[in-house]
């Protein structure tokens, strides 16, 4: 089908390294992606990687919320990220500029609880 990835393979595990250097801001070791090819499914790779960055947030203390960004057609993401915390807070319109629809819905995950949580939006402190 057209849009699809497909499954992770020997074959393809190179271009699978390269985009996650260009697309994420987290490296992953050569054990990240020997664990991929032994999962062999793509929904497992992105809870994977997810769960990474959440663990290197939380661990790291300092964060108070996560926000990212999901075209507002794209109903299987959202759901994926609503599965992990996410929740729909605003709606951007025409925020992609080649792609059809333009809008995207912005999604924030809180790291710390309300009652922790200072006043205004940080999405790091020093």
Known sequence: QKGQLGDVTPHNIKQLKRL?????PVSYNDK???DVLEVGELAKLGTKMLNHVLNICEKDGTFDNIYLHVQI???SAIDFYQKFGF????????YYK??????????QKSLRSPCAQPSGELQKTE
């Open 20 to 24: 996650n250097q260009v697309i994420f």
């Open 32 to 34: 990240f992606y020997k």
């Open 73 to 75: 057609s794209n109903e």
């Open 87 to 94: 929740e729909i807070i605003e709606t951007k319109k025409n």
């Open 98 to 107: 080649r792609i059809e629809p333009a809008d995207a819905h912005v999604l």
